[in-house]
């Protein structure tokens, strides 16, 4: 079920909203290379549970084992952090993350270059990046969720990325996933319409190569079928009359 939220549960939600931005701001700054995933994952977690007092919402949701999912490369999505995951120069690693306050969750996630990157790793992001922004400029009371992902999908082909299919965005509140699903293509025009007061989080992953996934045997991290690298950019926003606020930056 779609659920519109009241002004105080989006209060709650900008407040779990606003300690998940500090939590990726404070990853972006300390990722480096030599630095093992395990390690960025245990600084998000005493940072949102022991100085801001909040839920990580990733851990022990569906079994998931860890406060991040830390991604690197051609891993898109859900890679679990580790001891044995060195950071090293030139790898894109993405974290996936979750804040919950009072009941209410709220969800993002972050590209972020290891030392200096390639030129095609580097537009990779910031392509990614933009095409979110690009998809919330179509967003208002009464806009189509079609018309949101015909906006990712067009900037991120028109750019020369491939868009994935099988991952999307979602609803969000109560728990970490809610309905509506939230693709990252589409239609203009189609789709469900978007009201004001709803929360969704947008996450476009785009691929340097082909769209094509596959799940490793570890039941979570999710790659690109090429090894490809794959970027991700996420944030939870609430729609507006005239727009939307973006509450986890």
Known sequence: MVTVKSPEHIEIMRRAGKILGDTLRLLEETAKPG??????????????????????????YDGFPATLCTSIDDEIVHG???KKRVLKEGML??????AGLEGYHTDAARTIAIGEVSPEKRKLMEVTKQSFFEGIKVLKNGARLGTLGH???TY??????????????????????EEPDVPNYGHEGR????????TIAIEPMLN??????YQLADGWTIVTADG????????????????VEILTL
């Not at 630095?35 to 022990?60: C, G, Q, R, W």
């Not at 789709?191 to 709803?198: A, K, P």
């Not at 490809?228 to 727009?243: F, L, M």
């Open 80 to 82: 679990i952090p580790s």
């Open 151 to 153: 906006a990712i999908q």
């Open 93 to 98: 690693l993405k974290v996936d993350c979750g």
């Open 208 to 213: 340097l190569g082909g769209k094509e996934i």
């Open 35 to 60: 630095m093992t995933t395990k390690e960025l994952d245990e600084i998000a977690y005493d940072f949102i549970v022991k100085k801001n007092h909040a839920i990580p919402s990733f851990l022990h």
């Open 156 to 177: 991120a082909e028109a750019n020369g990325m491939s868009v994935v299919r099988e991952l999307i965005g979602h609803g969000i509140g109560t728990t970490v996933h």
């Open 228 to 243: 490809s690298p794959s970027a991700h950019y996420e944030n939870t926003v609430v729609i507006t009359d005239d727009g």
């Open 191 to 198: 789709g469900m319409r978007l009201s004001t007061n709803m």
